[in-house]
């Protein structure tokens, strides 16, 4: 699984902002692909994750309501709506790819091997 995340940018409190990850072709619908975030000085955090090809999403409690993940399988691309936006969504945010098989969504880092260049991700106050 090769990944590619972009989309980041300046955006006012507020905000709205879809980040973009380009997923390889040919991954196993076992993958969950991910969101993570890192923000200055601060340990990387779950954000949201989906399965690749069954139904199932989960989403941090942080941007619940606030953020949408979602995917497009026949264009290989997740994606990240992160709408009414924070200045503590600052961030750089990274894609993430995870074999799960059929085990539930982690949102611990660990179970995701492989990671796309992360995004940065500005909100001003």
């Known amino acids: 699984v090769q990944l590619q995340a972009f989309g980041g940018g300046l955006v006012q409190t507020g905000g709205s902002l879809r980040l973009s990850c380009a997923v390889s072709?040919?991954?196993?619908?076992?993958?969950?692909l991910g969101w993570f975030r890192q923000a200055p000085g601060k340990e990387r955090e779950f954000v949201a994750a989906?399965?690749?090809?069954?139904?199932?999403?989960r989403t941090a409690d942080s941007v619940k309501g606030r953020f949408i993940i979602s995917r497009d399988n026949a264009k290989n691309m997740v994606y990240l709506q992160m709408n009414s936006l924070k200045p503590e969504d600052t961030a750089v945010y990274y894609c993430?790819?995870?074999?799960?098989?059929?085990?539930?969504?982690?949102?611990?880092?660990?179970?995701?091997?492989?990671w796309g260049r992360g995004t940065l991700v500005t909100v001003s106050s």
């Open positions: 993430a790819a995870g074999y799960r098989g059929l085990a539930s969504i982690d949102l611990n880092q660990n179970s995701y091997r492989t």
């Open positions: 072709a040919g991954t196993s619908s076992g993958y969950v």
């Open positions: 989906i399965r690749w090809s069954r139904p199932g999403t």
